[in-house]
């Protein structure tokens, strides 16, 4: 009898650390997503200074213009999906240069709000050309590869290589290399910078390229995981801009750890209430670690 | 051949006054005049295009007879977009333009409330194929009538389904709105009646990143079954998403979230087996094979539940006015509505005896090719359910559970 409520103990320890280990991965790829988006969320803020709602959008564009070369033209996923990002940014760079950088307006709030008209347009002219429904890549889907309570399928790995391969991109980028120092420069000083003889408008270009490349990238692997549809940009809005927050806005670093921080808190909490408040329950880890720093994870760096 | 200009405009004229002294000829004996309001885009597509299909198919057949009382059926269509503004569009262009004598095929719950009063206000029957347990109680001065079932008996449909299937732990995967949760309240007691246990209740929320977490967590029980209580474009991320995780499970749900679109979405592979519950046709009547043997006919597909439901409005309209000597008012219809379709009766099902028994004085009893079509107060019917599960890409049918059969109580 005591043996087997030994048995039974040693059982439920070993289903709980599943589910937590399940329940981790789940919430890494979720932040993977949400860092791909976040992280040029963050960039752009540090150096155009304003919030860029239409940023999710670029996600929505990405993974469009990669349904056009693989549903639409035929082409294979992977040639489909590289063909996709290049679409995205000779359409998303002119935007945003257009929209952002050569409009007649300044202000913080005067461009946040032509931001929420790019989005509004971007997403239309989706709607427009490819209807409403929901759409998927020409990829089958995969039984998944099992190590004891992990569970992953070839996508979901390349989801999280893709991720941490690029994050870990952007970071040598802006600490390795002369556009890096510009860019960071700009973020801390754009008058000095330009005084000192940097090219400000290349590397702006250079900004907004970054950004639309990754963008583009995270809605393509969440197209692969889920469905792509005209709202998905809208609706990771809200994700990315908290993730984004989170790392102290204008952090290319602090949005990483807030996307992990929201995708991680949103899962984990599903092991003791209900998974109906698992965003509510993301959002409240966010407010919480902001009482304790206001500046955001990163504000230190 | 070549048309220059001159011969263009001159066969376009002609061709313009032979269509008008045409209408004039018609306006003389004063059309039958039914205006269709279903769903072409939209989520209702697949639906309203079958129902639309139905109603030219039985208007041509009476009109070939002689049409009705001498009146020849004339269809008006208008594409409700499965969105209750355009449905209201649609429905204000039927009465006020078309001067329509009834509206057929609003299939969705918020279409037909929001054109409703329209119809009610025009004095003219509304027939929709909607579920929503508001039309039952709508008032609607009995212009609303319903040949599809209320979503009040469907929880009691799931649990009789799965007592046959022989399911004894159910959980439960529910959308956070209203469907989801109602769903999600009742479902456990009506299970709980025929020896079932439910193992867990999970609630998702719509546009989410991920749904791995809640397919585990209703998979923890081990249960027997998994209701799905959401639509099509949830189904089609939490059914990708579960197949992906490998964990197993049989799934049972609604067949206007699990339709052709949905197995179109995640493959035949991963929707191999999945049991679907959906209103079904009454097989065995005169107007099912009718119905069937038409569109068959015309299209070469057999007539499913919503095919027979749009047949049974056109034949429930016409005989109607049939009854009423041609009168087409409104007030008219509607007061020979449940004459000629409840019992007592001679039992028909064709246009061809209905009318021919209505013709020689005979108190008729329309039996339909959805259900007996006998309309309660509510002008609501009592349907039978089929029990299907999908093969290949496609629903198959493995039995039909008899409305009698549902513990209702």
Redesign the interface.
């Known amino acids: 009898m005591g043996a087997r409520s030994r048995h039974q103990v040693r059982r439920a320890e070993d289903d709980l650390i599943g589910e937590l280990v399940h329940l981790t991965v789940t919430g890494l790829l979720v932040a993977s997503l949400l860092a791909l988006g976040a992280v040029g969320l963050s960039l752009t803020f540090g150096i155009a200074r304003f919030a860029n709602v239409a940023h999710p959008d670029f996600m929505m564009l990405g993974a469009y213009t990669t349904f056009a070369f693989n549903v639409l033209a035929g082409v294979p996923f992977g040639w489909a999906a590289l063909l996709g990002v290049a679409a995205a940014l000779l359409v998303g760079v002119p935007v945003a240069r257009l929209a952002y950088d050569k409009l007649p307006v300044t202000g913080t709030v005067q461009l946040l709000i032509i931001s929420i008209g790019v989005s509004f347009i971007l997403r239309h002219v989706v709607l427009f050309i490819f209807g409403g429904s929901l759409l998927q890549f020409a990829v089958p889907l995969q039984r998944p590869y099992v190590w004891g309570p992990v569970r992953l399928t070839v996508y979901q790995i390349i989801t999280l290589v893709v991720a941490a391969v690029l994050v870990l991109a952007v970071h040598l980028l802006l600490s390795r290399t002369k556009l890096g120092r510009i860019l960071r420069a700009i973020a801390d000083n754009p008058v000095l910078c330009e005084i000192a003889g940097a090219d400000v408008a290349r590397a702006q270009l250079a900004m907004w390229a970054i950004a639309i490349f990754l963008a583009a990238t995270g809605g393509i692997l969440f197209g692969l995981n889920l469905v792509i549809q005209p709202n998905m940009g809208w609706d990771l809005v809200i994700p990315i801009f908290s993730a984004a927050i989170l790392g102290g806005i204008g952090n290319p670093y602090g949005a990483m750890a807030g996307a992990l921080v929201i995708g991680l808190a949103g899962e984990w909490s599903t092991l003791i209430i209900p998974s109906a408040y698992k965003e509510a329950i993301a959002f409240s880890a966010m407010a919480l670690c902001l009482m304790f720093r206001p500046r955001g994870l990163w504000s230190a760096a | 051949m070549k048309l220059d200009r001159r011969q263009f405009l001159a066969t376009g004229l002609a061709g313009g006054a032979a269509a008008l002294v045409g209408g004039r000829a018609h306006a003389q004996q004063e059309a039958l005049r039914i205006g269709v309001l279903t769903p072409l885009t939209g989520g209702g597509t697949v639906y309203g295009t079958t129902m639309s299909r139905m109603y030219t198919l039985v208007a041509d057949e009476i009109n070939k007879s002689g049409g009705v009382a001498g009146k020849q059926i004339q269809l008006f269509t208008e594409d409700a977009q499965t969105n209750p503004d355009a449905g209201v569009r649609g429905a204000r262009k039927l009465v006020d333009v078309n001067r329509v004598h009834a509206i057929l095929g609003t299939w969705s719950s918020a279409v037909t409330l929001a054109v409703a009063p329209i119809a009610v206000q025009a004095r003219i029957p509304l027939f929709c194929v909607s579920s929503s347990p508001a039309i039952s109680t709508f008032k609607d001065d009995d212009f609303l009538y319903r040949t599809a079932y209320s979503q009040a008996v469907i929880s009691t449909v799931y649990a009789t389904t799965a007592q046959k299937l022989g399911f004894k732990k159910a959980a439960l995967l529910i959308l ?1 709105n209203p469907y989801g949760i109602g769903l999600g309240d009742s479902f456990p007691d009506r299970f709980a009646k025929v020896g079932g246990t439910v193992t867990g209740k ?4 719509p ?4 749904y ?3 397919i ?2 209703a998979l923890a029980g081990k249960p027997d079954v998994i209701l799905f209580g959401g639509y ?2 949830d189904g ?2 939490v059914f ?2 579960w ?5 197993g499970g049989t799934w049972m749900g609604p067949g206007f979230a699990l339709d052709q ?1 949905f197995i179109q ?3 035949a ?2 929707s191999e087996g999945i049991v679907v519950v959906e209103g079904a046709p009454n097989l065995q009547s005169s107007a099912y094979k009718n119905a069937d043997k038409l569109y068959r006919a015309a299209h070469n597909q057999e007539a499913d539940f919503f095919a027979a439901m749009a047949y049974d409005h056109l034949m429930v309209v016409a005989l109607s006015v049939l009854a009423g000597n041609g009168n087409t008012a409104g007030d008219s219809i509607k007061a020979n509505i449940r004459k000629i379709s409840n019992p007592p009766g001679k039992v028909v099902g064709s246009w061809a005896d209905a009318s021919a028994a209505i013709k020689a004085g005979e108190k008729v009893n329309y039996e339909g090719a959805s259900s007996a079509c006998d309309f309660d107060d509510n002008g609501d019917v009592q349907t039978d359910f089929g029990v299907y599960h999908i093969k290949s890409g496609r629903w198959v049918l493995d039995r039909v559970i008899k409305f009698g059969e549902l513990k209702t109580t």
């Open positions: 956070n999970v609630i998702y929320n546009n989410q990143s991920s791995r977490s809640e585990q967590q099509t474009p089609i991320q990708k998403e197949f992906q995780l490998g964990l679109k979405g995640i493959g592979q991963a």
